[in-house]
């Protein structure tokens, strides 16, 4: 027939350039995918550690705030040190003092924050905390457009922690600061975080710098809390704590900054407000406001324009390879 003498030389007459479209076609989808895997790596990470602050929340009127974080940083480096089993010999001085600025970065971040939570609500202080790393975004980014995805997250933190209605103003101010501070060292783990994974394979870095975290918060926990950190139920909701709160999370984060700029990441860490109110309405029952809804619709397009840029740099690369 007429129609299938015309079509068969485009098949068979240039099979090579059927072919490499194809080839094409399956490389833009394997580059999407590659762009897109530590994007997922971020958002599990986030609902991980929100989850088990919940968790986390129910355990600090047992062993206290100090007390919470030397158990959760104790168990995370346990199950790390059993996982991975990194080398101690052949690193230089410098990987070393990489790995102990982590440590004292993780030690600081979570006695700093739950200190804050001791003080304030857990949401505001989530929404405190998470200006750190904004901040870097703004700072790190040598793109434009990542400073509107970050002014854009920035409005809906503030509008989720009751920033439109004076919300802040009635907080305590000490607890401000602990997690204004601790957003300063939230900031400060995103950039040893991508150093240390640069330096050590897998997450061996990760495992010694949760070492020395907990060596760190040990003395302050059992000068705080002493024999309650003993107590059978109080050791396994910490373990529970300790694997969605801390291993799981930075374990996921860790990878993901090795394949992800770290102000694509800071602006997605915005995320940590929104799903921590989601998690609260689903585990304690808390309601959100028409409000806090508005917030997390501007937090959610933030972390999706973050991604879209993310996504766009990977595809504006495949030629050049």
């Known amino acids: 027939m007429p129609v299938a003498a015309v079509e068969a030389p485009a098949t068979v007459g240039q099979p090579e350039v059927a072919g490499e479209a194809a080839d094409a076609a399956s490389d833009g989808a394997g580059s999407r995918r590659a762009a897109l895997a530590p994007v997922g790596l971020v958002l599990a990470g986030c609902v991980s550690v929100q989850f088990g602050g919940a968790i986390a929340v129910s355990l600090m009127p047992r062993a206290g ?7 959760r940083l104790f168990f995370a480096a346990v199950v790390l040190l059993v996982i991975c089993r990194p080398r101690l010999r052949g690193h230089s001085r410098s990987d070393w003092g990489t790995v102990l600025a982590f440590g004292a970065t993780l030690a600081a971040m979570n006695g700093l924050f739950y200190q804050a939570v001791d003080r304030i609500p857990l949401g505001p202080a989530v929404t405190l905390e998470v200006l750190g790393p904004l901040a870097l975004s703004v700072i790190a980014s040598r793109r434009a457009v990542n400073a509107v995805w970050a002014g854009l997250a920035l409005c809906g933190v503030f509008l989720l922690g009751g920033g439109g209605s004076g919300g802040f103003a009635a907080l305590d101010k000490v607890g401000v600061a602990y997690a204004l501070a601790a957003g300063a060292m939230w900031a400060t783990y995103i950039v040893f975080s991508a150093r240390t994974g640069r330096r050590f394979p897998q997450a061996d870095g990760l495992a010694l710098a949760m070492a020395v975290a907990a060596i760190l918060v040990l003395p302050l926990g059992i000068v705080e809390s ?18 969605m709160s801390s291993v799981l ?12 700029p770290a102000s694509t990441f800071a602006v997605m860490m915005s995320l940590e407000p929104a799903i921590a109110a989601i998690a609260g309405f689903l585990i304690l029952n808390q309601s959100l406001t028409l409000l806090e809804s508005l917030a997390i619709t501007l937090v959610i397009a933030a972390s999706m324009g973050a991604v879209r840029t993310q996504v766009g740099q990977g595809k504006a690369k495949v030629p050049q390879g």
């Not at 999370?249 to 992800?260: F, G, Q, S, V």
Request: charged share 10%; aromatic share 2%; glycine share 8%.
């Open 65 to 71: 705030a100090l007390g919470v974080v030397t158990l």
């Open 226 to 243: 002493g024999s309650k950190l003993t107590v059978p139920s109080t050791l396994g909701l910490a373990a529970a704590v300790a694997v």
């Open 249 to 260: 999370p930075y374990t996921l984060e860790l990878l993901a900054l090795r394949r992800l």
